[in-house]
């Protein structure tokens, strides 16, 4: 089931309105600690994530657009070079949903291609939030889609401020759409160990949580295997 270490799966991520600096530094001492990933954090805290993880391999992501997604497209480019030009070598991007459920399909490709580009700018990769709470299936299969003909490294299933977080069904039907094209990366509600297990059963190459350490402690305490 498992490609890689498990640790090696986890965006361990804070993105509440009210962390602080301190709680930034918690969270990259416990990935050093469990070598995560990476670490997500809102773009104000990118310079503090970078410095603190300036040792290590492990990554920094940003978010932008987040968590709504119905900012202008210069907004979210914009956003995207900040993010970049301080460090961040991931930015998980929130798609503008609207406009993919009124079906201006140009618009959307358009918005990711145009940060996609200012990332490469950077050498750094794009993960598409999706929503996946707000769409319909044949909603997901298209945002995929656009992501994939956009260049974009990921797609991902959820922000988690939205109304439910990642579904097994859903990161298989992102799966199936992206193919080997893009990656999948499953956030939202995401636990325990048996949740995240089920996620990268169904096709998740990533796994974004803020428990990433209670669900590595859990597994480290399974008998599953190591």
Do not use: W
Not at 174 to 193: F, H, P, Q, T
């Amino acid at each position: 089931m498992l490609t890689k270490p498990l640790n090696k799966y986890f965006d361990h991520t804070l993105l509440k309105p009210a962390a602080t600096t301190e709680d930034i530094k918690k969270l990259c001492a416990e990935a050093k600690e469990y070598d995560f990933y990476s670490v997500c954090v809102n773009g104000c805290y990118v310079e503090t994530a970078c410095a603190e993880l300036a040792d290590t391999d492990v990554k920094v992501a940003a978010v932008i657009g987040f968590p709504l997604g119905g900012m202008s497209m210069d907004a979210k480019i914009d956003e995207t070079c900040d993010v970049c030009e301080k460090g961040a070598s991931e930015v998980d991007m929130v798609l503008n949903i609207g406009a993919l459920k009124e079906g201006r399909f140009d618009y959307v490709q358009d918005e990711i291609a145009c940060c996609v580009a200012a990332a490469d700018e950077y050498d750094a990769i794009v993960k598409v939030i999706l929503e996946t709470c707000c769409l319909t299936d044949s909603e997901i299969a298209k945002a995929c889609e656009l992501a994939v003909a956009a260049g974009a490294e990921f797609v991902k299933t959820s922000t988690g401020f939205g109304g439910s977080g990642a579904t097994a069904r859903h990161v298989a039907l992102m799966r199936a759409s992206v193919g080997n094209l893009a990656s999948v990366k499953a956030s939202g509600g995401i636990r325990d160990l048996d949740t995240c297990l089920e996620m990268i059963e169904a096709g998740a190459d990533r796994i974004g949580a803020s428990a990433s350490v209670a669900i590595m402690q859990e597994y480290k305490k399974s008998a599953r295997p190591q």
